[in-house]
């Protein structure tokens, strides 16, 4: 199917949508099409179910970024509102379907706990080994990276960068949806 007759027939769908990408040969995407099947029965009527084999849609998933296999990306009036990558859960799958059918973006997970310690590991690596070259030379650039690592394990728990961050979109006239 064309690009072009894939939007169009996703904007005419009366319902949301999951669309399935996936190939012959993915061994993932076998493992997902069990699950998908039992959340799909769950929401029939209610969400349609679309499988497109990557393969022969290239211009497709490059359209749509989709640069990996299996992805299952839920629209509603013709809008992505979810994705997911990978193989995924029945509960992973059950949210994706409740975000096509709500049309509401779920909300981000975040980062874990082993995230933000393997972060800030890795942050002082760097910083200690900035340390034993004195500062100096390429080793500010590794102090520099090794607090960007730091930072980005605590950033969206810091005050300070929460009340700086609208203000900043603010200015660039972005809204919030289209930086989610």
Do not use: H
Not at 100 to 124: F, H, N, Q, W, Y
């Amino acid at each position: 199917m064309p690009d072009n007759d894939f939007f169009e027939r996703l904007l005419q769908n009366p319902r949301p949508v999951v669309v399935d990408f996936w190939a012959p040969w993915c061994g993932p995407c076998r493992m997902v099409e069990p699950v998908l099947k039992n959340v799909g029965k769950r929401y029939d009527g209610q969400v349609d179910v679309w499988k497109i084999n990557a393969d022969e849609q290239p211009d497709l998933l490059r359209k749509l970024r989709i640069y990996g296999i299996p992805t299952l990306v839920g629209f509603n009036a013709g809008q992505e509102v979810a994705r997911k990558v990978g193989v995924a859960s029945q509960a992973d799958l059950s949210d994706l379907f409740e975000a096509a059918l709500s049309g509401e973006k779920p909300p981000s997970p975040g980062l874990t706990i082993v995230d933000r310690i393997l972060r800030v590991a890795i942050g002082l690596a760097l910083f200690l080994l900035a340390y034993t070259g004195d500062f100096r030379g390429i080793f500010i650039l590794i102090a520099l990276l090794g607090g960007a690592a730091i930072f980005s394990a605590v950033y969206d728990r810091c005050p300070v960068w929460q009340a700086i961050v609208p203000r900043v979109k603010a200015l660039l006239g972005r809204s919030e949806s289209e930086t989610q």
